[in-house]
């Protein structure tokens, strides 16, 4: 079946280290994104990328960083930059967003202990 | 800016009593609005799109409209199951590609 694999769905990370997310996708989307979500705050996005070795900043990258060696791959680094990275963190694909929308996964939970 | 506004934020009904989410937007360039649900520690799962003042969609007990400045999601004889978080959306085109825009969601509990 194809969807997007999040890996680890837990993860604890200690104070000043950094820590990779990864999200890998076997729909052949072009498209991929990485949201972080916050008790009422909603989803926030941190990178897109449209296409291999292409991606952007979103709406609150600091802290954060990509990379998009591979189409069905854009993991995320956490780094020790980022104040407040407890939070759950969403990857979601698309190929034709206005028709079809984004594809999640389902997500990882980042712990700073 | 764009902003996405959700209404309420948490909505509490008995089985079978109908009832409507609300999602205000501010947006220029908008390509689509969409709704997704979202069960508690998983990702977010789309329902549907809308595209233009007028439209309309149904699925099961769940029915979307939207207007030039919100849309309603209706809730025709809720049952348990359909307690999740509604999550509200608009797509918009910037100079790095489509960008989906959330708002805060809306939280469903159906009591039996």
């Known amino acids: 079946d194809g969807g997007i694999t999040q890996s680890p769905k837990y993860l604890f990370r200690k104070e000043g280290q950094n820590v990779t997310l990864s999200c890998e996708q076997n729909?052949?989307?072009?498209?991929m994104y990485w949201y972080r979500q916050d008790p009422g705050q909603g989803l926030r996005l941190i990178y897109y990328?449209?296409?291999?070795?292409?991606?952007q900043k979103g709406d609150i990258a600091e802290g954060y960083s990509v990379s998009r060696e591979k189409k069905e791959s854009f993991p995320l680094t956490v780094t020790s930059a980022q104040k407040n990275p407890t939070a759950f963190y969403l990857c979601a694909s698309s190929i034709d967003a206005a028709n079809y929308g984004y594809t999640f996964g389902s997500g990882t939970r980042l712990t700073v202990v | 800016e764009d902003q996405v506004t959700q209404s309420p934020e948490a909505l509490r009904l008995q089985e079978g009593e109908s009832s409507s989410l609300n999602c205000s937007y501010t947006?220029?360039?908008?390509?689509?609005l969409f709704w997704y649900r979202q069960d508690p520690g998983k990702g977010p799962e789309f329902l549907f799109t809308l595209y233009s003042a007028g439209e309309e969609k149904e699925k099961e007990r769940l029915k979307a409209t939207l207007t030039k400045k919100e849309s309603f999601l209706h809730i025709t004889a809720p049952k348990p199951e359909d307690s999740a978080t509604y999550l509200c959306a608009v797509l918009i085109l910037t100079g790095g590609g489509n960008k989906l825009t959330f708002g805060t969601g809306t939280q469903l509990k159906v009591e039996l």
């Open positions: 990328s449209q296409i291999v070795n292409d991606f």
């Open positions: 947006v220029s360039g908008l390509r689509g």
């Open positions: 729909l052949n989307h072009d498209a």
